[in-house]
């Protein structure tokens, strides 16, 4: 049977070349870089030189660069990293965050006396400007909204509203995990403070993320220790993980060009195909300011992980933002904010296309998916009724 | 996350749809997580001689549809209703604890056609409990 990944917003495959790099790191050259023999100096290097290409990939600075355990890690450390120096104050989110800004966020708020507000989005999934501005308050000390959604792909104008916070006196971060390696990303352009990043989206290793923290900002440790990044993340470096982070995010930039039209159009056949040959299927995001390999739909009357199912019974990956086919109970949190009742929260499908795919993967996916709605709106009550 | 009886039932389920002028029916929801069950079922000297189901939500509320079926099928009214939803979620060979809320459902639904079904036919639970000693299902 045909195997077609359509989950590279889950996880991306390891890039082999970047394996190659990573592979010394794992065992002969496995040196401490804090120590001082050859061993250890050999791994400074390689760290350092990870952190160049880390900051070359988004027009950042070496010393701008912390590396973290991953991207929740980078959201955390950015949140309340930067809260829990500062007095109590206020910071705005959007309602389409990523858990682990959404989750920080609500820490703050449990664990000391800040306050929260939520900017709602459109049925897009974009952040309304003029709501994000009316939310600003005197005391307001961080904005965060992500660059780019995980669900829907759709993609915030975060210089606008960085703009609008710089202007109220306020400091912007960036959840930026969905976009490096898959659109442009440059921290000058942006004008963002801190910005999230992972290395498993753009095909590097798990378990390795990084946080952008641009010159002049102050944030405080998370991970207390032996004081390593720049006395903000602490414990030994993952070598392996920061050597794999800087190739793959080199070797993502440099495949951007290319990649990006060719993604965009294999997505554009996802979706038209998806919308022509299966009846109630409405686009979840917005059509063009979106991610080049996200296609994301709900599907009235079916239920997301029951399609998910069935769709890797195909041999097609592909994920939902359906309640059950997570642990969670409540409908999908980003589907709803978008002005989705719960049955469409419900019947969300995710397909996220990379660098593996090409044009017979999506026409093997638009030739089974059909089969795969009808069987389960055969089944269905609620199709029957309308 | 779903053991193979519960995938098996899923990819393969048994009874879906509707019997052809049903004696009873009976649909209930989950209020947990918006899933939706209807039963129709066929009364023969009080036996369900016929069951089916549509189920909107996920494998493990379909997969217990499907084994609630083909349980309560050819057996009494009164072992359709002493059929439990442990007694579905066990014969499923268990369910993530996550996943419980759905074998509700399936029992919920054959109950609440039966209730139909007995409301129909003037008649009531205690009536056909006597009837028989329910046993154990499955």
Sequence with gaps: ?????????????????????????????????????????????????????????????????????????????????????????????????????????????????????????????????????????????????????????????????????????????????????????????????????????????KGIGALYVRRGVTITPIIHGGGQERGL?????????????????????????????????????????????????????????????????????VEGESMVLRLDAEGVAASSGSACASAATEPSRVVTAMGYDAVDARGSLRLTLGKENDAADVEYFLDRFPAVVNALRAMSPLSARS | MYGEVVMEHFEHPRNVGEVEGPDGVGEVGNPVCGDTTRITIKVRDDRLVDVKFQTYGCAAAVASSSMATEIAKGRSLAEGLALSNEMVAEALGGLPAAKMHCSNLAADGLHAAIDDYLLRTGRTRAGVESLAVPRASA
């Design chain 1, 233 to 301: 993340r602490s414990g030994t470096e993952n070598v392996p993980g920061i050597v794999g982070m800087g190739a793959a995010a080199a070797a993502a930039v440099s495949r951007l060009p290319a990649e990006r039209p060719r993604l965009e159009e294999l997505r554009d056949k996802v979706i038209d195909g998806v919308l022509a040959s299966v009846e109630g299927t409405t686009l979840l995001g917005h059509r063009r300011c979106r991610l080049p390999g996200n296609a994301c739909f709900t599907v009235r009357f």
């Design chain 1, 1 to 205: 049977m045909r195997e077609v990944y359509f989950d590279h917003a889950a996880t991306t495959a390891l890039d082999a070349a970047v394996l190659e790099e990573m592979l010394p790191f794992l065992g002969v050259a496995c040196g401490n870089p804090s120590a001082l023999h050859r061993r250890g100096r050999q791994a400074r290097q390689a760290v350092e030189r990870a952190r160049h290409q880390m900051a070359a990939a988004i027009g950042a600075h070496e010393g701008e660069i912390v590396f973290t355990g991953g991207g929740s890690e980078a959201d955390t450390l950015a949140i309340v990293g930067f809260a829990q120096a500062l007095p109590p104050g206020h910071v705005i989110t959007s309602a389409v965050e990523h858990p682990a800004v959404t989750q920080a966020v609500r820490f703050l708020e449990r664990s000391s006396d800040w306050q929260v507000s939520v900017v709602p989005v459109d049925g897009t999934g974009r952040v309304d400007a003029d709501a994000f501005a009316a939310a600003f308050r005197a005391d307001t000390r961080l904005a965060s909204v992500m660059l780019a959604n995980n669900v829907v792909g759709t993609i915030q104008p975060v210089a606008e509203l960085a703009r609008v916070a710089h202007e109220k006196g306020a400091l912007f971060h960036a959840d930026a995990v969905q976009a490096v390696g898959a659109i442009p990303v440059d921290v000058t352009e942006l004008d963002v403070d801190l910005l999230s990043l992972s290395a498993h989206k753009f095909y590097g290793p």
